[in-house]
């Protein structure tokens, strides 16, 4: 089976990029106005990675929008198997209790809308950097404690391509194995170990 992307240009030249998974390999391939075929270059090509189901763990804004919070209703989410609807609710509202001290409360709202008379906003500026640094740390914690919780499951924050909480079968070859130590505390939260 060979997959062909193609790739115009503004000339009348086509140019194809064939994959075959069977030999591992790659070849340019440059179409002209004859129709004549032409191999450029061919060299190895390191192997698809698979797909793999992923539960795509969704936000929705809470505090007038000044803050995120982790969706917890399993009936929303597709689990894909991976976890039994309880158990996905157990932790990930685990995950909202232990993230919760870094939201804001009413006092940001309040210098937030004082915005116009600018030091009230510097107060607010300062005091959302903080939370969002707390935010990280215990998000990372939780996310610590999840994957000691279930060894057989990988929770993560992407990055790219957006910013979003996944959940993934683990594979050693990729994530590691299991942690066996215990995750460290974390501060005045609820932790994850029933």
């Known amino acids: 089976m060979v997959k062909v992307l193609q790739y115009f240009t503004p000339t009348v030249n086509v140019y194809n990029l064939q994959f075959s998974s069977k030999l591992d390999t790659m070849a340019l391939v440059v179409v002209d106005n004859s129709g004549g075929n032409y191999s450029l270059e061919e060299s190895y090509a390191p ?6 189901p992923k539960i795509l763990v969704p936000q929705r ?8 919070k982790f969706e917890s209703d ?13 158990d996905y609710t157990d932790a990930i509202t685990k995950l909202n209790e232990v993230i919760k001290p870094a939201r804001s409360n009413a006092l940001d709202t309040a210098l937030l809308a004082t915005g116009p008379l600018l030091v009230p906003l510097a107060i607010w500026g300062v005091r959302h950097s903080r939370q969002v640094r707390k935010r990280k740390k215990y998000l990372n914690r939780a996310i610590e404690a999840f994957n000691y919780q279930y060894p057989y499951l990988y929770m993560r924050w992407n990055r790219q391509p957006t910013s979003s909480l996944t959940i993934e079968p683990r594979d050693e070859t990729i994530h590691g194995p299991p942690p066996v130590v215990p995750p460290s505390k974390v501060d005045d939260a609820v932790a994850f170990d029933a």
């Open 61 to 68: 804004s809470i505090n007038g929008g000044l803050d995120l």
């Open 74 to 86: 399993a009936q929303v989410v597709k689990l894909y198997d991976l976890m039994a609807p309880f």
């Open 47 to 52: 192997p698809l990675p698979s797909k793999q």
